[in-house]
């Protein structure tokens, strides 16, 4: 996985947590929902890389 996608990753996750503790502090349900889809986004991309990373393992 290369930096970039690493650190978007990340970001993406982090920038979820954020959003889903501010909704639940304000009791704010969509924020709550789009942090969870964040988190979720940054989860899918570690994957992809991951699957990547393991198909390239392979072809060398």
């Keep these: 996985m290369g930096l ?3 650190l ?3 970001a993406d ?3 979820g947590s954020a959003k889903e503790a501010y ?3 304000t009791d704010d349900d969509s924020m709550v929902a ?3 889809v964040d988190r979720a986004k940054g989860e899918a991309k570690e994957k992809v890389e991951d699957v990547k990373d393991k198909a390239k ?3 060398d």
């Design 34 to 36: 789009e942090g969870k």
């Design 8 to 10: 978007s990753a990340a």
């Design 13 to 15: 996750k982090a920038k």
């Design 4 to 6: 970039d996608d690493k």
């Design 23 to 25: 909704g639940k502090a």
């Design 57 to 59: 393992d392979k072809l």
